[in-house]
């Protein structure tokens, strides 16, 4: 069934808006956004790996031509590094990792080199925004303080170790492992990471703390780093388990009603807030359960499991079946939206990636099941003539569409439910780690990598 929404989502991509970012599918148009500046083909990069994974050989043809002929870093443009990173690196990367076709290390190395001027600040902290012609770099106007967030300089490392290690060029692993650097001298309020780090004078800013929005795919890349170095990482092994017991002893409540819920942490006061975005963190603490200390491996699988079906539960209260961007634990409701502002849903991958992860992880079938009901209601629902659209209110009964098919519903959606209905063999975790965007990228074995230097 994924492949055939894959086969849906990409056919109209391709008819209406082939070589621009993304596709509206109500008005049947390509859809620019500005996170990629003038960086073009968002969509077809994002989804290569997809293609290939279905084998959708014609298809990851022309993608793969387009990507030779179009795809052109060479362009006066400010651009957001992590949504490049996360989405054209990693994309190129795991392009390159599958397919072993020399054009996608080529691309993702110009386009590394590219993002470098990023780390040009006193403290080597990069700027959220990257003009790639100029070099200049800045943050976005409305970040505390001038501040860089933590989510996004935190979310470089898979992508500029692998890029260290295809083009022998330690640059880039050098920025990853300052980062690192800067954020082990620091303070940490409670042993929490505020989301906020203003990178010339090297100090946080407001003492907002979240797994979701802002936060996530920071403590996503501790253990994946850790992971991806088969398990010699130490450093980001420490600092992935020393933060999950921060974030447990801080932010992880139970409702009356008995759900789990990771919330918000603003100044040491707790927001009962849930992001979509947050779903993500059952899969992490499964994923992670492995690595756990002090015997805490059954405890770690058990949270991934509490967190899946809180966020199950958030889309089951809805009309729809499918989750709104946000949820709370107050004012005596229960994984519902509250605000009007939070209940749209926009094609995004967090609760069906954690279905995944709970799945290969204890094979318990529930999370097939969930996983189906998504399925049921991303075709009644968001499908449409003209490939999938986001759904502005998921209470309502009646869909108002948004009008964009993001390009993450092609790298990230389809692909976990691809892999959620497929053997464990297909990527499998001993040899691969996602990066945030669903890119796989192979795991540095020991082995492999003496064998490597040696030769050198
Ligand atoms: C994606 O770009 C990535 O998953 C990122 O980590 C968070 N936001 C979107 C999907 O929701």
Redesign the pocket.
């Known amino acids: 069934v994924s492949l055939q929404m894959m086969k849906h989502a990409w056919d109209n991509y391709k008819r209406y808006a082939w070589g621009l970012n993304e596709l509206k599918p109500i008005s049947k148009q390509g859809h620019s956004s500005n996170l990629f500046g003038n960086i073009q083909g968002a969509t077809i990069v994002d989804a290569l790996d997809t293609l290939y994974i279905m084998e959708m050989k014609e298809e990851f043809k022309e993608a793969k031509e387009w990507v030779e002929k179009n795809l052109d870093f060479n362009v006066n443009a400010e651009i957001s590094v992590f ?1 490049v990173n ?2 054209f690196v990693g994309g190129l990367l795991s392009a390159y990792y599958l397919s072993g076709e020399e054009i996608f290390r080529k691309k993702a190395v110009e386009l590394g080199e590219k993002l470098l001027p990023a780390f040009n600040t006193p403290t080597g902290i990069p700027w959220a925004l990257l003009n790639i012609k100029s070099g200049i770099g800045r943050n976005w106007p409305w970040a505390s303080g001038g501040s860089s967030i933590l ?1 996004e300089f935190g ?1 470089l490392h898979l992508e500029f170790v692998h890029l260290s290690h295809l083009s022998g060029n330690p640059v880039f692993a050098e920025k990853v492992m300052n980062i690192r650097k800067v954020l082990n001298r620091l303070d940490k309020p409670e042993g929490l990471y505020p989301n906020y780090l203003n990178p010339s004078s090297g100090q946080w800013g407001q003492h907002h703390v979240s797994i979701g ?1 802002l936060g ?2 920071f403590y ?1 890349y501790l253990l994946k780093a850790w992971l991806m170095s088969d398990k010699t990482d130490e450093e980001g092994k420490k600092m992935y388990y020393d933060a999950v017991q921060a974030i447990e002893t801080h932010l992880i409540r139970k409702s009356s009603g008995g759900l789990t819920y990771i919330a918000e942490w603003k100044g040491g006061l707790l927001e009962h807030k849930m992001g ?2 947050t779903c ?1 963190a059952g899969g992490m603490f499964a994923l992670g359960a492995d690595g756990a200390p002090n015997d805490k491996t059954g405890h770690h699988i058990e949270l991934g499991a509490e967190i899946a079906r809180t966020c199950h539960e958030s889309y089951d209260r809805t009309s729809m079946k499918l989750g709104p961007e946000a949820f709370r634990f107050d004012g005596g409701v229960e994984a519902i939206a509250t605000r009007q502002n939070e209940k749209y849903y ?1 094609l ?3 609760v069906i ?1 954690t279905y995944m992860y709970m799945w290969r992880l204890t094979h318990d079938p529930k999370y097939r099941q969930w996983g189906w009901e998504a399925v049921e209601a991303l075709e009644k629902h968001c499908r449409v003539d003209g490939g999938y659209s986001g759904i502005r209110d998921v209470y309502n009964n009646q869909e108002s569409h948004d009008d964009v098919q ?3 519903f092609l ?2 959606t389809l692909k976990y439910l691809y892999l959620l209905f497929s053997e464990d063999d297909l990527l499998p975790f001993e040899h691969w780690v996602f990066n ?3 890119h796989p990228l192979p795991i540095l074995h020991k082995d492999d990598r003496s064998k490597e230097e040696n030769q050198k």
Request: glycine share 4%; proline share 4%.
């Open positions: 949504e996360i989405r989510a979310t929005g996530d795919s996503e979509h975005l993500f926009i995004r991958p967090e990636e993001q390009s993450f790298s990230e945030t965007e669903a």
